[in-house]
């Protein structure tokens, strides 16, 4: 059986999500800003009554830091029993690819390196498969700065 | 144990009809594998579960069938159709037996035997097991079966319905400020009210669907005080109690790992092998005491074993070994400190790396796991006698009350908890200072390092620093400090989770929140702030000598001021006035060279400015340096001011030390020291009163009722690590012998005391046996009063 993955546009690049992670995807404006977090950290977003804490994804794969313009799409993914809303600069589709993960080619920059677990292929495009955990762990950031 | 068995009769009786299919497919296929593993499970669980229960009739039943089931298993034995129907008849029974446990009947046990005998091996019992397969059957359709009034929920749905309720809640408030905005009709208002009333109800029976039993945590621990002592080879018996104390789910979940780790601490290093203790004097079964109980919305968690403690000293050393404390910071630390050190990361006292414990891992991460949840640990040991571990955890995870308060234009939340006092910085008694560049204020004589908030979180400063409020906190295991804000907004029980790893790692944060106004706020985490601002460690000692050097300069120490009998206005220390009383003029005399007040039975040397003038009472200050007493007759008091004994000295010793303002009138300052001399000189002999040391540590009881007794009775009382401690001339202590007296001079008596009338003997007396324990203080004492 094949996954579902969500395309979405990190820093300019179309990448996949994998979908069982997905909670949802939802546009949100207002975040509450946290000091003295490391930059992947937008800050604070409160979906109902769930306090989400904001990733700003291109900080995340060391791609400089987010457009924010006042509001964004998110896409909402629990990890690790904790709520998150990660920017992303566009939602695109969700695709159920034919042909199974397969290792990344391609030397990666460290930031990308760090996220992504493998390359899909839809519709002749590769791309990068980025997996939350990665993406909104602290140790992930760590390590790129 | 009610919770108990109703979960184990609704988790039987569920057991059981899943496995009535596999019964009857069994019967068809007894040699079937599958079916033969689910039905030996089964009865293994019954029998496990009633050993623990106490229920010994389910425990033979279902331990005979187990041993069967197992024979089979193991290949020893066939199954045949004669098994099949004495195992059918045993879980019948099972059933039987489970749902008149709860309905409260009898079922008549005398063809339990019989059951059994049915499973051995051999045909010649077919007829006889037919026959009492047959009955069984019908008892069980004349049981009644009770209706279940408690059902099992997986916890992921109570958690939805607690979200569910929060954002119900969310959305009332935002409605309610909708409707207080637009002024709306009183029926809509009304009907709106009553709506809220509800979902506040739910909410708060919702929030008890959380709460559960300690016994769920305690339950595990029979069994793994068993295993360990059997696998240390030790004798350990123990005693729970407060199971009943409710909880949250959530926060049993997170003590658990704590307290298993401190039983398996007590177990492996507290107490000690069998013969070890009957060499020691204490009986080869050592003790271990674990039990909750409620003190107001905290739970206190305690582990109490009597082993052999903890020795500070050997910490230190190990300490000093590893890397972690210098020689020269451990000559410093007291008693408490070197005991804590138990908690730092990286130091296991046990001589060697045991699979129980023992990893140099422990200790530390228990006390991470208990102030992450806002609980705090705490220690005590006597070496030799004991440990005794206390958690102190909230009642729920999930509120907190908390301040709010704004920085940087932004809002946060402190844990109430740890909130001391808060101060404005514009108030007369806050003074702002700096010190070597870093904030110091001085509340009232005590100095505290400050973290501005709004700074410290690279925040813009929305206000001046007079501005400032101060609050002033305690964090759990930290020292005091202030944190200056801009604004203090209120008091709010706030529903706080767990903030994500990335915000955790900055480490001043303890979790989120979000208040009514849909804007998610930070909980700070005081302890955090301490360290990242880097004033919890050199600071704290830098801000110890500075205390001790206040203390010597005795900044600001409360003065009385009085009027002397020549109308002066003069000022002495607080701290040498016992009291202030009047005295009637007849037990006044100018015998033996000098007046003197006689009072209570005993002489005392009455000092004055000059000739006492005539009249029929005088107000004098009765004072002690500690060992001699002495009273100074005074006109009348006139105030009592806190002041700095900083004044012009007198040309000439005498009585007057010199002359210091206060409000703007020169007071003189009464020499002390001169005058205690004085009355040294004329040849008072200290106080004919003995010296009794009451080794009782805090116990209020021993300060509160037992001190004015010893006093009444003639004796004056003083505390260990006083001045004079060691020159006690009895030891009275408050411990029934548990600990060792303290040091004293030679062929001290020691009295103790016991708080159990039973248990009374010669040197031990029932502390409410007051004729009792003034006789045995006056014999006790006797040689010592003659040698006087």
């Not at chain 2, 290093?269 to 271990?288: C, Q, S, T």
């Amino acid at each position: 059986m094949n996954h579902l993955y969500l395309i979405v546009t990190i820093a300019g690049h179309r990448v996949a999500l994998p979908a069982a992670t997905v909670e949802s995807v939802v546009e949100i404006d207002g975040i509450e800003p946290v000091p003295l977090v490391a930059p992947h950290v937008a800050g604070l977003f409160a979906l109902r009554s769930r306090v989400m804490t904001v990733i700003d994804s291109a900080a995340a794969v060391g791609a400089g830091r987010f457009d924010w313009q006042g509001q964004a799409e998110a896409v909402i993914a629990n990890c690790d029993g904790h709520g998150y809303a990660i920017l992303v600069e566009n939602v695109d589709d969700v695709v159920e690819p034919g042909v199974p993960v397969t290792q990344t080619r391609a030397v990666m920059s460290p930031g990308w390196a760090r996220v992504s677990c493998g390359t899909i292929e839809v519709d002749g495009d590769a791309l990068l498969v980025v997996d939350p955990d990665a993406l909104v762990s602290i140790n992930s950031f760590a390590k790129a700065a | 144990m009610d919770d108990l068995l109703v979960d184990f009769i609704a988790e039987t009786r569920e057991t059981l009809e899943t496995l009535s299919g596999e019964i009857v497919a069994w019967e068809a296929a007894p040699s079937d594998r599958t079916r033969l593993d689910v039905i030996f499970r089964f009865v293994h669980t019954v029998k496990g579960s009633c050993g623990f229960l106490n229920l010994p009739r389910l425990e033979k039943l279902s331990h005979a069938a187990e041993d069967v089931l197992a024979d089979c298993r193991a290949d020893r034995r066939q199954p045949d159709e004669a098994l099949v129907t004495a195992v059918l008849a045993i879980i019948d029974r099972i059933a039987e037996l489970t749902n008149a446990l709860e309905s409260g009947d009898s079922v008549s046990d005398h063809d339990d035997a019989a059951l059994i005998a049915a499973l051995a091996q051999g045909g010649g019992q077919k007829t006889q097991q037919d026959e009492h397969a047959a009955p069984t059957a019908v008892v069980q359709a004349q049981t009644a079966r009770g209706i279940s009034r408690s059902i099992r929920l997986p916890v992921d749905l109570l958690d939805r319905m607690m979200a569910g309720v929060s954002d119900m809640v969310l959305a009332r408030n935002d409605l309610a400020r909708r409707l207080r905005e637009s002024g709306v009709d009183p029926a809509i208002d009304a009907a709106f009210e009553r709506l809220s009333l509800c979902i506040g109800e739910m909410r708060d029976s919702i929030t008890r669907t959380r709460m559960a039993r300690i016994e769920n945590l305690f339950s595990a621990l029979p069994r793994m005080v068993r295993d360990l002592s059997a696998e240390l080879g030790k004798q350990v018996t123990l005693e729970i109690d407060g199971g009943d104390v409710e909880l949250d789910r959530e926060m049993i979940e997170m003590i658990r790992d704590p307290l298993t780790h401190i039983v398996r601490n007590a177990i492996d290093h507290g107490i000690e092998m069998p013969a070890d203790r009957v060499a020691a004097g204490k009986p080869a079964f050592g003790r271990l005491r674990v039990s909750a109980r409620q003190a107001g919305n905290q739970i206190a968690i305690e582990a109490v074993d009597d082993g052999r403690g903890i020795d500070a000293e050997r910490l230190v050393e190990k300490a000093i070994a590893n890397g972690i404390l210098t020689a020269e910071k451990a000559a410093t630390m007291n008693a408490h400190a070197k005991l804590h050190l138990i908690f730092a990361a990286g130091l296991s006292t046990a001589k060697q790396v045991t699979s129980i414990s023992g990893r140099g891992v422990g200790m530390d991460v228990v006390r991470a796991n208990v102030e992450r949840i806002g609980g705090i640990v705490e220690i005590d040991s006597k070496v030799g006698s004991g440990l005794r571990l206390s958690m102190k955890v909230p009642l729920t995870l999930t509120i907190i009350p908390a301040l709010t308060v704004s920085a940087g234009g932004r809002q946060f939340a402190i844990p109430r908890s740890a909130i001391e006092e808060l101060i404005r910085v514009s108030s007369a008694s806050a003074r702002l200072g700096e010190l070597g560049g870093a904030k110091m204020v001085n509340i009232r004589g005590r100095r505290l390092p400050v973290v501005v908030l709004a700074p410290f979180l690279a925040l813009e400063s929305q206000c001046e620093e007079h501005e400032l409020t101060m609050v002033v906190l305690k964090p759990a295991g930290g020292d005091h400090y202030a944190l200056a804000v801009e604004e203090v907004n209120d008091h709010e029980e706030l529903v706080v989770r767990p903030a994500a790893p990335a915000l955790m790692a900055c480490g001043v944060y303890a979790g989120t929140t979000l208040p009514d106004n849909s804007h998610p706020m930070l909980l700070l985490d005081p302890a955090g702030i301490a360290q990242a601002a880097g004033i919890n460690t050199e600071d704290r000692m830098a801000e110890e000598v500075e205390q001790t050097i206040e203390e010597i300069a005795d900044e600001r120490a409360p003065t009385l001021l009085f009027r002397d009998l020549d109308g002066k206005e003069r000022a002495i220390r607080l701290a040498l006035v016992e009291r202030i009383e009047e005295v009637s003029a007849t037990f006044t005399s100018f015998s033996a060279g000098r007046m003197r007040l006689a009072q209570e039975g005993r002489i005392v040397p009455l000092m004055s400015c000059c000739t006492l003038p005539e009249a029929e009472k005088y107000r004098v200050l009765r004072m002690t340096d500690g060992t001699s007493n002495i009273a100074y007759a005074i006109s009348e008091v006139v105030d009592i001011v806190p002041m700095d004994f900083m004044f012009e000295r007198a040309i000439d010793p005498g009585l007057i030390a010199g002359v210091a303002l206060v409000e703007g009138r020169p007071v003189e300052i009464i020499d002390s020291f001169w005058l205690f001399a004085e009355a040294q000189k004329e040849g008072t002999a200290p106080d004919r009163e003995l010296l009794c040391l009451l080794a009782a540590g805090d116990d209020p009881w021993a300060r509160q009722v037992l001190t004015p007794l010893l006093r009444s009775g003639g004796y004056r009382v003083i505390f260990p690590n006083t001045d004079g401690a060691d020159q006690a001339d009895v030891v009275v202590m408050c411990d029934e012998g548990t600990t060792e007296p303290p040091a004293t001079a030679d062929e001290v008596p020691v009295i103790r005391l016991t708080a159990h009338q039973d248990q009374a003997e010669p040197d031990l007396v029932y502390r409410y046996d007051r004729a009792g324990l003034l006789e045995t203080l006056r014999t006790r004492t006797e040689r010592r009063r003659r040698a006087r």
